[in-house]
């Protein structure tokens, strides 16, 4: 038989790894592929044949890799573009030459552009022998077609873990304080919004609804005039409602024509500061760690995360599967339960799914229980984490290896 | 006989309230008081009258209490100063009516001066029915003759576990990349050097030793030439040769002639840019969140602020027991353990104690193993946390009912 490639691309996630873990298990259950390998650094380093062998990853390992955040075989930002042939065919001759079958690659929609562009490259030049697997994950939730994205719901519970615990902390002086809380989410307030899940978000700014300045900083004005507190969530991607950013000043491009944003949290302060609403004002932007802070994995986050590895893994052994994302599909019963699916991976490319507006309480003032209903199990559970010198165990990154 | 109150001051920590919860445990099992108040706000609400009755508290809650970070009974940032008599004689006429005994008071340097001013007042006026007993809390770590404060540990523990997460995050790249994390204290070094109990801290700046601009910038440019990354670390304290403060911009007064500091991660990343040492430089700044992100508390913090509120409450029915605080001396042996002792609270008072510069390396090269073997037994082990609907249970603030 021949052999499957697991890699890695875009943002990391804290439970990105387990997806990984995932495809390595399955493996171990059925060889239906003679080596499992893992590329390292995304497509950037495939093309460069930097391998490794995962094959025979322990137990222990396996184990350890589901707590470890972050991209274990690195990431990348490559964009394969489709008129660019050239690395279609050193990428196809590379396949060959490892004997690659299947090549699964976990990311968020420009992934899935790339699986979809790889099989389309493969449909239209016969090439039977090579197949790609998509495996959804973002933080931001933004997938369209998958109910949520693996990677999504850990970072959405320390966001609300988070919430919780700093609007405990702003509660404990009898003096006015007004808290702002910056998440991620450039297109899309799905982490924002989980904020809502710790039951104490006064007020929340999405990219989906545009930013009122005087609307909002009435709201504000009321809420401390009412409690002396406020306590507001602000995602990256808010925008007023000229279009522009509410961080504009501190944007710029990360040369995927995504705006990369940072200091709305500021900028919301200085707002309410500007125009008197508060004398004190403090600002947490959570930055890197909501992504990676791997301590408040969710349990039904890291399991499906490595469920759906194994998932894409069993689907690729009919021989058949190819430009295919496996998503995950929530069953219409009371309890909480999600069934597998493949998607088109290119329905999925280039698409962004925002949080739904029916779902957003106008003046500001939070989410509707329809979406607390579909947030809140997600963050359900705790995996037991293993430590290693008061700190969380991790497998040492393979590309520092 | 009596009653008791247990009051709380200052910055709020992660485990403050396990204190107040081994006060109101020992009480339970020798009912020496009548009564446990809580006294609101700390002196603030005690001069109010604003008390609530913990006496009763069920073992459910008090269980919840000790995972519940930031001040149940609120806090305050009021200064008694020894010359306001007339707040002495009122505060001293409130605990005659209530007939309170003995004030426990959990707080920083300000809150042990407070204590002892209380009790060199009542012994000064020959006052024997009231006496006052100081807890230390502080995630700064930086009272003296206590080995360390309730509230470090578990700050220092969040701290190690988002700077190897953050860590991990910043690696997935190939890219140049450097990470400034951002930790509190203003004057002492010890949660910044904590970070290093992560094993991958590049570069340390703390407030003991001043930032030289040239030598540093050229540790993080051999740091970046030799790894393409560099992590640091920087305490909001850091100040440059010339006695300024690295976050000089942003620096205002909070009223205790502390300066309040922000800004000093910021600062950093601008200095390494414009100095063209790095194209990239990402920011985390830990805020309010690495004193009260309760989820990672050290088991051994939080057994030992529960137990210290045992031992001041312990140690007060002697009746005698006054002007003293309660605090913890590491056992001289191979593992770890502590002892309970009593400190005169005068002593403690505003008295501030730095990271041993002994344990610095140079060139911002981070901590001595001395430094790791002192602080790694403080991290370790985690409480079960319980949960509610996806995120830690907690106790509503009793401030708020």
């Known amino acids: 038989m021949g052999n499957c490639l697991v890699a890695q691309s875009g943002g990391p996630t804290s439970v990105i790894n387990a997806t990984v873990a995932g495809v390595v298990k399955a493996n171990q259950m059925n060889p239906y592929y003679d080596k499992v390998y893992g590329g390292l650094n995304g497509i950037e380093g495939i093309l460069n044949e930097r391998f490794v062998d995962l094959t025979n990853m322990s137990d222990e390992e396996n184990l350890i890799l589901r707590q470890t955040p972050s991209s274990a075989l690195g990431s990348c930002r490559f964009k394969l573009k489709r008129d660019n042939v050239e690395t279609f065919k ?88 007004v808290f702002v809380l910056e998440t991620m989410g450039r297109d899309a307030g799905w982490l924002a919004a989980s904020a809502c899940l710790s039951g104490c ?3 929340l700014i999405l990219p989906e609804v545009p930013l009122d300045k005087e609307v909002f900083l009435n709201e504000v004005r009321k809420c401390v005039e009412e409690t002396n507190k406020c306590y ?14 509410v961080a504009a000043g501190e944007s710029k491009n990360d040369g995927f024509g995504h705006a990369q944003l940072g200091g709305a949290g500021n900028a919301i302060k200085n707002m309410i500061l500007e125009n008197g609403i508060s004398e004190r004002c403090k600002v947490q932007d959570l930055a890197t760690a909501q992504r990676c802070f791997a301590s408040e994995q969710s349990l039904v986050d890291v399991t499906e995360s490595f469920q759906l590895g194994m998932s894409a893994h069993m689907r690729s052994t009919d021989g058949k599967f ?80």
Request: aromatic share 12%.
């Open 232 to 245: 507001i969530v602000v995602s990256e991607g808010a925008k007023f409602t000229d279009g522009t950013y």
């Open 322 to 401: 190819t430009g295919k994302m496996v998503g995950l599909v929530r069953k219409d019963i009371p309890t909480y339960d999600v069934d597998f699916e493949a998607f088109d991976a290119v329905e999925v490319a280039n698409q962004v799914k925002g949080f739904p507006t029916e779902w957003i309480l106008p003046n500001y003032k939070g989410i509707s229980e329809d979406a607390i209903k579909y947030l809140k199990p997600l963050i359900v559970g705790s995996p037991t984490v293993i430590y290693k010198d008061g700190v969380p165990a991790y497998v040492k990154p393979y590309f520092m290896r």
């Open 201 to 203: 978000v006064d007020l």
């Open 90 to 177: 050193k990428l196809i001759e590379i396949l060959d030459k490892y004997n690659i079958e299947t090549m699964f690659y976990t990311g968020g929609n420009d992934s899935m552009d790339t699986v979809a562009a790889l099989s389309e490259y493969a449909k239209a030049n016969n090439i039977t022998n090579h197949r790609f697997v998509g495996c959804p994950k973002t933080v931001d939730n933004d997938l369209i077609l998958t109910d949520h994205c693996p990677g999504f719901a850990s970072a959405a519970k320390f966001i609300a873990t988070t919430a919780l615990h700093t609007w405990l902390d702003v509660n404990v002086y009898t003096r006015q304080e």
